[in-house]
């Protein structure tokens, strides 16, 4: 007479379930989970790179102005976030960040939206100086596509249409020649 | 008398019926995750029916592509109120990436009321039971609403 399985099966009697207490016991998701994303609106320069990068466009940026300059919202809608996380490595001054946080149950749609509005001083228009060297840093580092370089030529241009003064091209300025002009 | 029993029992048992609309399956894994020993949905009386006519909760997964949109109608036509609808992922609620398709219908809203959205792509199984637990409360007090 052989029984194989009676070790395994007297220690099933004694030991514990594997099904998880869930609702009892809260389970924290694994570290680098995606689940819903915080925006810190204050860090935030609109520089417009998550609008660009988000396969579902689901974030969409909406202007108000006011006096003396213009309210900036960014609006996250995760009833349409594919929770990629481009937004986040995209989002140069981490204002972006999708918390392991994966509570996402709502009965309407609005619950499940975040976002955050930011006060944009008005300033003055991007200029460049003489210390110009032509290098085309600014032009690579612009999110909207706003500069143009021409090298040979030695041109400087820039769209002010599509300038969303986020200041990325004079943080990365080598000769420190751009600038906002004062208003 | 009876009126009572079936009250009491039907809460504890909410039956539910899945739809895949054309998910990609991610949802539709962690939908059954749900319902294996480790997450164990049953402990709260949840179990899959095989037919929509046994019914009380409709889970809807996928962007509801122009083909299943017919069937997916007529499937909820036919799952007997009160009834609940929950859907999981991005997809049904907006059309995640596939929004702007030709082939896609997406939100389940303007087809149907939606009472419980579990967001996330896919959400996690623990996300789920949130979901359908909070579907079941809802499921009681409309079945309490049409008794009186």
């Known amino acids: 007479m052989n ?11 004694f030991s514990k379930p594997s099904t998880r207490n869930f609702p009892a016991e809260n389970v924290e998701a694994k570290p680098n989970y995606r689940g819903r994303i915080t925006y810190d609106a204050e860090k935030c320069v609109n520089c417009g790179n998550c609008v660009k990068v988000c396969a579902p466009s689901a974030i969409t940026r909406k202007y108000e102005d006011v006096e003396g300059g213009q309210r900036i919202t960014y609006t996250f809608d995760l009833t349409s976030c594919t929770f990629c996380g481009t937004c986040q490595d995209f989002c140069d001054e981490g204002a972006i960040v999708l918390s ?17 509005t930011r006060f944009a001083a008005k300033k003055g228009k991007l200029v460049n100086s003489d210390a110009c060297v032509f290098c085309t840093l600014c032009a690579k580092v612009c999110p909207q596509e706003a500069i143009t370089v021409d090298r040979k030529e030695k041109l400087w241009s820039v769209d002010y249409d599509k300038c969303v003064q986020c200041g990325k091209c004079i943080a990365k300025c080598p000769k420190k020649s751009l600038s906002f002009e004062e208003a | 008398m009876f009126k009572k029993m ?27 995750a749900v319902l294996t020993p480790r997450y164990d949905a049953e402990r709260f009386g949840f179990k899959l029916a095989g037919t929509p006519r046994h019914a009380d ?16 109608l007529r499937t909820l036509e036919q799952v007997p109120e009160p009834k609940c609808v929950v859907t999981i992922g ?9 929004k702007g398709s030709y082939s896609v219908e997406a939100p389940l809203e303007q087809y149907v009321h939606v009472d419980v959205a579990i967001a996330g792509c896919t959400p996690k199984p623990e996300a789920v039971i949130e979901g359908l637990y909070k579907a079941a409360e809802i499921l009681g007090k409309k079945r309490e609403a049409m008794n009186q």
């Open chain 1, 100 to 116: 392991p946080d994966y509570h996402m149950v709502a009965e309407r749609a609005s619950d499940l939206v975040v976002s955050g």
């Open chain 1, 3 to 13: 029984f194989p399985f009676i070790r395994e099966a007297i220690s099933n009697v």
């Open chain 2, 90 to 98: 991005s997809c049904p609620q907006s059309g995640n990436v596939f």
């Open chain 2, 6 to 32: 079936i009250a009491k029992s039907t809460a504890k048992s909410p039956w539910i019926y899945h739809i895949n609309t054309g998910s990609c399956n991610g949802c539709d894994i962690e939908l059954v």
């Open chain 2, 57 to 72: 909760i409709v889970v809807v997964s996928g962007p509801i592509t122009s083909q299943s949109k017919e069937r997916l």
